[in-house]
């Protein structure tokens, strides 16, 4: 199925853009689906439909498209039956950067220049957005040390959280982790805290509000909460699943 939906790209008008913004590859598909075809379609190619997480997103992605200005595109985003806004991934969203437009309209969404629509899912067909992740969630059980060395050894590296889109996409990513924390690229070296891939510490996310200086020694390594959402010192040698970031290409 994959080698075929790879030439069914290649004849619909592949556009593929690696956007470091987004940590992954979006990829536009020309051909016109339902909202819940597409979703097959992505998962069966790349990750999924596209998860958008603020509006500098938004505006990237709408510079990638091609056609119309006007014209609809589905992203991943979908009403559940309890009337729950989620991702196509299954991570809820709570939307309050942006104002959903056509209300009652359906319970999936596509977006043109204008904003975002409720669409019927079923019925409306588009061309869409797929998003293939340069994030990958490890499961088996490793020190910090080993996951370091697991990541680097497939050409990667642990995911550096420098950004609210780094933490949506690891979120995102981390959804089968065994346990609610995974070890990510941050370490505490000399005197400070740095990402091992040499992002700026600028945005911060710690459990105590304030980077926490002089960690014992055994808590020289950082991990992140699944269900806080913030970053926190941990001991480096307990064992934990983990995010790699990796650099994949078509």
Not at 67 to 86: A, R, T
Not at 100 to 113: D, E, F
Not at 153 to 167: E, I, P, Q, R, Y
Request: net charge negative; with cysteine.
């Amino acid at each position: 199925m994959k080698n075929s939906a790879l030439g069914f790209l290649i004849l619909t008008g592949l556009v593929n853009v690696a956007l470091c913004e987004l940590y992954g590859n979006v990829i536009f598909v020309s051909e016109t689906m339902t909202w819940s075809d597409a979703r097959e379609y992505c998962r069966d190619y790349s990750t999924d439909l596209l998860t958008i997480s603020n509006m500098e997103e938004n505006e990237i992605v709408l510079r990638l498209r091609s056609g119309p200005p006007n014209n609809l595109v589905w992203i991943g985003l979908y009403q559940d039956d309890n009337d729950i806004w989620k991702w196509a991934g299954g991570m809820n969203t709570s939307l309050d950067w942006i104002r959903l437009l056509n209300p009652g309209g359906g319970r999936c969404v596509a977006l043109n220049v204008d904003g975002w629509y409720e669409k019927n899912c079923e019925k409306d067909k588009f061309a869409f957005y797929c998003f293939r992740s340069h994030l990958v969630l490890v499961k088996e059980k490793m020190t910090w040390e080993e996951a370091m060395d697991h990541c680097r050894h497939k050409n990667g590296d642990l995911v550096s959280l420098s950004s609210d889109t780094a933490v949506l996409k690891t979120l995102h990513a981390s959804e089968d982790a065994q346990d609610d924390h995974v070890w990510t690229g941050l370490r505490y070296l000399g005197d400070k805290w740095l990402w091992v891939r040499g992002e700026e510490m600028d945005f911060q996310v710690w459990k105590q509000e304030k980077m926490p200086h002089c960690p014992a020694v055994t808590h020289h390594c950082g991990a992140f909460s699944l269900k806080g959402r913030y970053w926190e010192s941990w001991d480096c040698t307990d064992k934990l699943n983990f995010v790699c970031h990796y650099t994949f290409r078509i």
